[in-house]
Structure formats: C-alpha cells, structure tokens
C-alpha cells in the first residue's frame, strides 16, 4: 500500500468552506479510481492559517497515476480549492505503508 500526503493551508475564515469542499465534493469523486482505499483529513488550527494533510491511501504507483496522471507527484488541486487555500505543496510525496504492532 501507498501513502500519498499533500499539504494545503487557509486563512481561519476559509478553513470551514475548503473543509465542505474536501469532504463533499472533491474526496467522493476520488472513488472512482480502482486501487484507492481512502482518505484521513487532518487539519491543525495554527496562528494565522488553517493546516490541512490529506493521506490517501493507494494500492500502487499505477493506481495515483490513474488518478494524478503520469507525473504522479503532482499535486491535484482544483480551481475551487486553490481559491480557498493561501498556499499547498506544488508536489505530494509517497510512501510505502508498513505495520509496527
């Protein structure tokens, strides 16, 4: 399993509508993609901006080029969210999962 993580932050004032964005609209349409097992939103209260990690869940490489194209580290970023956020990651960075009981 492949972890992708990607940051994207907001001013306190859009934090609320770039969470309904994320969790209504952008994140369903992510289950089309065979080889996606889901998503954990974090999202951290800072100073002057609103943090966000979106971790997804993936069962390969091939499965996030499926759903970010070829160059898999690029970050997907709809219009409508980039006009919510102040500034994310131009590139998301991956991982091999593993378990530490």
């Known amino acids: 399993m492949i972890a992708r993580i990607w940051h994207g932050y907001t001013k306190p004032e859009n934090a609320n509508a770039y969470h309904q964005l994320l969790a209504k609209k952008i994140l369903p349409g992510i289950h089309r993609v065979k080889g996606y097992h889901g998503t954990y939103l974090l999202r951290r209260d800072l100073k002057e901006e609103v943090e966000f990690i979106t971790l997804t869940l993936w069962d390969s490489l091939d499965a996030i ?37």
């Not at 997907?76 to 530490?100: G, I, K, M, N, Q």
């Open 65 to 101: 080029r499926e759903f970010a194209g070829q160059d898999y580290e690029t970050a997907v970023v709809p219009p409508e969210a980039r006009e919510l956020l102040t500034r994310f990651d131009e590139r998301s960075a991956h991982y091999e999962t593993t378990w530490c009981p």
